[in-house]
């Protein structure tokens, strides 16, 4: 039986108010504040990391060891991505213009990702988490989510999905190039606010990226560079991302179930110690995120002991597991409703 089956749970009576009660637990422990120095102090470490990364980068030169700076750059794109997601939740600064600005800074200059295509789309997941019809997170070709994703399939879109639980990791290499392209077509298809800063800037990125690469190194390597940096990139990013929801209960369009329920049920925490923290940027405490996104990133263990302790009050089901395990959830929900894909005849 799937994880989805075995979690399923429906709202106890009375539940509005629930939340209210845990918002003021929250604001009194004073978890809401901003950290303003926590964040200046981690923006200049990764910073520094980042410039001083290329700077080995130009010294180096055409060299194959290069590949190794690679893996590093992929390790802090992902962090610098993860100053981005914390910028477009306003965790890091009082101001909304200081959010945006370190946003677009961070994802679209530094590693060509679309800030305000990015949160709107997290937006909507963050309104509906693993809610079919409503969360753009479980509608992502050629995986499927629900048996109902899968049962009509055929050919081969059927074929792939039934082996979904194999070939998901080796699918994330490719997740990097997804994320730039639906940026760019976001820019030029859609309406968005501040979207020629947004164009300047993601063509600023790619410019002085690809200069970089091609002028530093030789044709060939450039591109076995290029392939291993945005391929690792999106495996870091996936794996970050995807043990927070995947296998957890998904929601049938239109459920009545209210917003702390919603939040708590549908999300999973990834247990672990400060390096966790660090790797994971904070979204191993996705219950605590979910029911609080602008709650600063410092503040998510100490919230975590406290929501916690409200969920058992209340007979809500706290998911809570190792990042091992999680993936291994994830995987067997992608396998079990891969065998819900047609077969041939």
Same mark, same amino acid.
């Given at each position: 039986?799937?994880?989805?089956?075995?979690?399923?749970?429906?709202?106890?009576?009375? !539940?509005?108010?629930?939340?209210?009660?845990?918002?003021?637990?929250?604001?009194?422990?004073?978890?809401?504040?901003?950290?303003?120095?926590?964040?200046?102090?981690?923006?200049?470490?990764?910073?520094?990391?980042?410039?001083?990364?290329?700077?080995?980068?130009?010294?180096?030169?055409?060299?194959?060891?290069?590949?190794?700076?690679?893996?590093?750059?992929?390790?802090?794109?992902?962090? !610098?991505?993860?100053?981005?997601?914390?910028?477009?939740?306003?965790?890091?600064?009082?101001?909304?213009?200081?959010?945006?600005?370190?946003?677009?800074?961070?994802?679209?200059?530094?590693?060509?990702?679309?800030?305000?295509?990015?949160?709107?789309?997290?937006?909507?997941?963050?309104?509906?988490?693993?809610?079919?019809?409503?969360?753009?997170?479980?509608?992502?070709?050629?995986?499927?989510?629900?048996?109902?994703?899968?049962?009509?399939?055929?050919?081969?879109?059927?074929?792939?999905?039934?082996?979904?639980?194999?070939?998901?990791?080796?699918?994330?290499?490719?997740?990097?190039?997804?994320?730039?392209?639906?940026?760019?077509?976001?820019?030029?298809?859609?309406?968005?606010?501040?979207?020629?800063?947004?164009?300047?800037?993601?063509?600023?990125?790619?410019?002085?990226?690809?200069?970089?690469?091609?002028?530093?190194?030789?044709?060939?390597?450039?591109?076995?560079?290029?392939?291993?940096?945005?391929?690792?990139?999106? !495996?870091?990013?996936?794996?970050?991302?995807?043990?927070?929801?995947?296998?957890?209960p998904i929601l049938p369009a239109g459920n009545t179930l209210?917003?702390?329920?919603?939040?708590?049920?549908?999300?999973?925490?990834?247990?672990?110690?400060?390096?966790?923290?660090?790797?994971?940027?904070?979204?191993?405490?996705?219950?605590?995120?979910?029911?609080?996104?602008?709650?600063?990133?410092?503040?998510?263990?100490?919230?975590?002991?406290?929501?916690?302790?409200?969920?058992?009050?209340?007979?809500?089901?706290?998911?809570?597991?190792?990042?091992?395990?999680?993936?291994?959830?994830?995987?067997?929900?992608?396998?079990?409703?891969?065998?819900?894909?047609?077969h041939p005849a």
């Open positions: 039986m799937s994880s989805q089956q075995t979690r399923t749970a429906g709202p106890p009576p009375r !539940v509005g108010s629930q939340y209210a009660q845990l918002s003021r637990r929250v604001k009194q422990a004073g978890l809401l504040d901003r950290h303003v120095a926590h964040y200046a102090v981690r923006i200049g470490i990764v910073g520094f990391a980042f410039a001083a990364t290329w700077t080995a980068f130009v010294i180096i030169g055409p060299s194959w060891w290069q590949l190794l700076t690679a893996v590093v750059l992929a390790v802090l794109f992902t962090q !610098v991505g993860f100053l981005g997601h914390d910028a477009g939740h306003r965790q890091s600064f009082r101001s909304g213009r200081a959010n945006d600005l370190l946003g677009l800074l961070h994802a679209n200059l530094l590693i060509g990702l679309s800030f305000g295509w990015w949160i709107e789309k997290h937006n909507r997941h963050h309104a509906n988490p693993n809610t079919e019809g409503a969360d753009p997170d479980i509608v992502v070709a050629p995986l499927a989510f629900t048996a109902g994703q899968a049962r009509p399939l055929r050919g081969l879109r059927a074929a792939f999905v039934r082996r979904q639980g194999y070939l998901f990791f080796p699918l994330l290499t490719l997740e990097a190039l997804s994320l730039h392209a639906n940026s760019v077509a976001a820019v030029f298809g859609h309406r968005m606010k501040r979207r020629p800063a947004e164009g300047v800037l993601l063509g600023l990125h790619a410019a002085l990226y690809l200069a970089a690469v091609f002028l530093v190194l030789s044709p060939l390597q450039g591109i076995l560079f290029v392939a291993v940096h945005q391929a690792l990139f999106g !495996v870091y990013l996936g794996s970050a991302f995807a043990p927070n929801h995947k296998g957890m209210d917003f702390f329920h919603r939040q708590v049920l549908t999300s999973r925490n990834v247990r672990g110690n400060a390096f966790t923290d660090v790797a994971l940027g904070g979204l191993n405490y996705q219950i605590e995120h979910h029911l609080f996104p602008s709650m600063p990133r410092p503040n998510l263990r100490r919230a975590q002991v406290l929501i916690r302790q409200f969920c058992h009050e209340h007979g809500v089901e706290y998911s809570e597991t190792t990042l091992w395990l999680s993936w291994r959830e994830v995987l067997r929900h992608l396998d079990t409703v891969g065998g819900s894909a047609a």
